[in-house]
Nanobody, 121 residues
């Protein structure tokens, strides 16, 4: 009864920018953390950035200084502002969240459907 919906992917030239959004909805009691992962063809899924309890932020080394994660707790939404995009950033980007449902009060991990980001000239 919890859904994560991503949006904002697309095709962009190298050096360009995109902004991804992920909104959580459903029977939510609280959200422990939300994160962005990505998976390129033939590669394992990897963490891009995570925001925990709205204040603690972690980035993968390969995006530091280029990507910014932010959140709007009132909307149960996170964003990923991606600047200075490179061809190697091409991947499907997934939203992930650790959410406590209203009932039962247990923490579960949820994934969005993914949004394609393609960086190419």
């Amino acid at each position: 009864q919890v859904q994560l919906v991503e949006s904002g992917g697309g095709l962009v030239q190298p050096g360009g920018s995109l902004r991804l959004s992920c909104s959580a909805s459903g029977s939510i009691f609280s959200i422990n953390d939300m994160a962005w992962y990505r998976q390129a063809p033939g590669k394992a899924r990897e963490l891009v950035a995570r925001i925990t309890r709205g204040t603690i932020i972690n980035y993968a080394d390969f995006v530091k200084g280029r990507f910014t994660i932010s959140g709007d707790s009132a909307k149960n939404t996170i964003y990923l502002q991606m600047n200075s995009l490179k061809p190697e950033d091409t991947a499907v980007y997934y939203c992930n969240a650790a959410i406590v449902q209203r009932s039962p009060r247990v923490v579960r991990a949820y994934w969005g459907q993914g949004t394609q980001v393609t960086v190419s000239s």
